[in-house]
């Protein structure tokens, strides 16, 4: 599948519609207008690649909803050249994004069909990033610390071990709560040992769970 004047114009249409529901970083809004979402869903989707809502993809996961990429991304203060650990590669979407706005990513996957194919997908588009087939509760200690970390999964706590990989200054997001609903958390490292959390409303999304699932 390629990107098409139909396909951009849909581009368009959906980041007006994200300024409309309070997204206003720019580079965000302009990284979602250049990445071309259908690409990183079946081809039958086209019609539903550019409306703002999650859709299935394989592996019972899914490719968030574009609103919740918008404010995840947002809340990550992604500056060029940052390393952005990303936990939970899914589609590879969401790490298309950050390589669209200068950022070195770093992401993992506990799946292993999903693994293989945001590889292709993201070097079909001429994006590079590093991938790691394994589980994401324990990060990757030898690339840190990181500038920022994003999980696009819920979680009812955040790893230790993630925690201590951020940077002093840098910036943790993260659905946390239960399986039903979840707080969209800020947590930026502000010493050794000291964090502060902040709260940026309600999401829903599929669990952080551990280990790995080999794929055919």
Do not use: C
Not at 48 to 64: L, M, V
Not at 84 to 92: Q, V
């Amino acid at each position: 599948m390629i990107d098409n004047f139909e396909a951009r114009g849909k581009r368009k249409k959906l980041v007006e519609e994200l300024k409309q529901k309070g997204i206003s970083d720019e580079e965000v809004l302009r990284a979602i207008d250049t990445v071309p979402r259908h690409i990183f869903m079946d081809p039958a989707f086209l019609n539903h690649a550019y409306i703002d809502k999650a859709f299935p993809i394989s592996s019972g996961q899914t490719i968030s909803q574009p609103y919740t990429v918008a404010v995840q991304t947002s809340l990550l203060k992604v500056k060029k050249r940052d390393k952005i650990l990303e936990i939970g590669t899914g589609s590879g979407y969401q790490a298309a994004i950050l390589v669209e706005m200068g950022a070195k990513v770093y992401t993992i996957e506990r799946f292993r069909d999903l693994f293989l194919k945001a590889q292709t997908t993201l070097s079909s588009l001429g994006y590079s990033a590093d991938f790691f087939y394994g589980d994401g509760h324990t990060g990757k200690l030898q690339y840190g610390p990181f500038d920022g970390i994003i999980i696009t999964a819920a979680t009812k706590e955040i790893p230790d071990t993630l925690l201590k990989q951020l940077k002093i200054g840098g910036r943790l997001v993260v659905p946390l709560g239960d399986n039903d609903l979840q707080v969209m958390t800020l947590v930026l490292r502000t010493g050794e040992d000291t964090w502060d959390y902040s709260s940026h409303g309600s999401f829903v999304f599929v669990p952080m769970l551990k280990g790995t699932v080999n794929g055919k």
